[in-house]
């Protein structure tokens, strides 16, 4: 019996050790390197901010969901009023071959975002159009390329890490509960950019095998002029605030959306 007993012991110990050793290599946690704009860096929070000029926040979506999932190693890039260039020059030389999760928005900046809602603020309501009308045809003709030297340099630095594009929101509930600042018909026309640029950015990442997280569907009930919880800022102080996540934006919104895809 006691031969018997030893002879199980060994072979439990045996069997614990081949276990540990056959342990998948990914058990220890992703590498994550989290890509892209203002939307990304965490700009519209209130700070403060570490980065310099980059204002990333820790009230950003990539830096809440590395503290919830604690993943082996995390690379925040994302910069403040990046552009496809800037993330391809400045960003992408972040991911190792061995990344797991890169997550990035970016394109927004590209379709003159800031330009947009300065011309649709201060403008009539046709100068108003007419400059979404040119983004738009922004983001159809020239966006598509511009986004696709991003997603193929992203692919090149890691061949097997999982690409998560996060989408933005619509800004305005149309018609809804404000009753000063801009028009219905400037807020449906700056709601109209961010369809067109969803759907291209979109097709990209389907494009390339990449997750895209539509923030459209997620923000419902949640932008400017709703009666919920409104998680975009408007115009505020300090401007550069303005048309941002604010932190229940980045923690309610980006984040579960992002942890949907992750887990």
Not at 1 to 10: A, D, E, P, V
Not at 13 to 25: D, Q
Not at 144 to 172: C, H, N
Not at 216 to 235: D, Q
Request: proline share 4%.
């Amino acid at each position: 019996m006691r031969r018997s007993f030893r002879s199980l012991l060994c072979l439990a110990a045996t069997a614990a050790g081949l276990s540990f050793l056959s342990a998948p290599a990914n058990a220890a946690g992703d590498n994550y390197v989290a890509l892209g704009d203002s939307y990304s860096s965490g700009v519209g929070t209130g700070g403060p901010y570490s980065g310099g000029g980059c204002q990333r926040s820790s009230s950003a979506y990539p830096q809440l969901w590395a503290n919830s999932h604690a993943p082996s190693s995390f690379t925040f890039a994302a910069c403040s009023g990046a552009k496809t260039g800037d993330v391809l020059s400045g960003q992408v030389g972040s991911v190792p071959a061995n990344a797991t999760l890169v997550t990035i928005s970016i394109g927004g900046n590209d379709a003159g975002f800031t330009d947009v809602i300065t011309t649709c603020t201060l403008g009539s309501d046709s100068t108003c159009v007419n400059r979404v009308n040119q983004a738009k045809t922004f983001v159809n003709n020239e966006l598509p390329a511009k986004l696709d030297s991003v997603y193929d340099a992203i692919r090149q630095r890691s061949a097997t890490a999982r690409v998560i594009v996060m989408g933005y929101p619509r800004f305005y509930k149309v018609p809804g509960s404000c009753v000063v600042g801009l028009s219905d018909t400037k807020r449906s026309a700056i709601n109209s950019g961010a369809d067109a640029l969803a759907a291209v950015t979109a097709a990209r990442a389907s494009a390339h095998g990449f997750t895209f997280v539509d923030m459209r569907t997620i923000w419902t009930g949640h932008e400017i002029c709703s009666s919920g919880t409104v998680w975009l800022n408007s115009l505020t102080w300090p401007v550069g605030e303005s048309y941002h996540p604010n932190k229940a934006g980045q923690s309610g919104g980006y984040l579960p959306a992002l942890t949907s895809v992750t887990g």
